[in-house]
């Protein structure tokens, strides 16, 4: 068995156990329903707006917020940036922990696979999770644009940065699950420590100087907040990739000290 044949076999077998059991559907469902209620009000109050703007034709303060980009949007991408954070933890706790409670996590690196085959594998299903629910959302933008003109370069980032976002979350998920046996403790390390790199941001604005900075720059919504405004910048995209690299190898790391130990 070659390596990409093996990757696809463990892609593979965890779909098939999200499709089995009902988190993938309850963690669904009510991200969907989230999204979809969010972006309802936006719409809704951006419908109000441009009902003002059409009696008010000639202010012109009123016909410059007509933008649905950043009145519909730009607060939907940070509702769904926070409803990730709460989400990623349920599709993550239990690729690793799982394998090590049911004792098939030594079966599985047995096999004829490099261990980057086999977390890549377990990474990628969980990507692809998040990305099935992720292409429900972008069927909004579709319907809107039949209503109104919107900018697809604008819309386009902000799910660029909502995909880079994703995929550190997952990876850092899946370094909490090789940490433990237990899903629930994997869910709650995996919550705590995106919490962490979502608010360490914030000593910046405390005053924290040159220490303040380096912080900031770690923080997954300081480098999100720039997809979210449409703006493009290789800064955001070195660190996002960079950060999906560092846990993945912090995972194969655990999972190696994990074995040396055994």
């Not at 949007?73 to 922990?97: C, D, S």
């Not at 969980?126 to 099935?132: E, N, S, V």
């Not at 819309?155 to 046996?181: I, N, P, Q």
């Not at 950060?243 to 912090?250: A, V």
């Amino acid at each position: 068995m070659n390596q990409l044949q093996g990757w696809r076999a463990v892609v593979r077998k965890e779909l098939t156990v999200y499709f089995a059991t009902p988190i993938f559907y309850i963690t669904g469902f009510f991200f969907l329903l989230l999204a979809g209620y969010f972006f309802y009000t936006n719409v809704l109050y951006y419908s109000i707006i441009s009902f003002q703007a059409a009696q008010q034709a000639s202010n012109p303060q009123v016909a410059a917020q007509l933008n649905p980009e950043q009145m519909i949007f730009r607060p939907l991408f940070g509702v769904l940036a926070i409803i990730l954070l709460f989400m990623v933890p349920f599709i993550t706790m239990r690729l690793l922990a799982e394998e090590k409670r049911a004792g098939t996590s030594e079966l599985l690196f047995t096999y004829p696979l490099t261990d980057w085959a086999v977390i890549a594998g377990k990474f990628g299903a969980a990507l692809l999770i998040y990305l099935i629910l992720l292409a429900f959302t972008a069927s909004y933008s579709l319907v809107l644009s039949l209503f109104t003109r919107l900018d697809w370069g604008a819309v386009g980032l902000g799910y660029l940065g909502l995909f880079l976002l994703g995929a550190a979350c997952l990876s850092l998920g899946l370094f909490a699950s090789s940490l433990t046996e237990n899903q629930i403790v994997a869910g709650v390390v995996a919550f705590a420590l995106l919490l962490l790199f979502w608010i360490i941001g914030w000593v910046q604005e405390l005053g924290a100087g040159q220490l303040g900075k380096v912080l900031q720059y770690l923080s997954l919504l300081d480098h999100y907040e720039n997809f979210a405004k449409g703006v493009l910048d290789t800064r955001d995209l070195v660190y996002s990739l960079s950060f999906i690299y560092f846990f993945l190898f912090l995972t194969k790391r655990q999972l190696e000290s994990r074995r040396w130990r055994a």
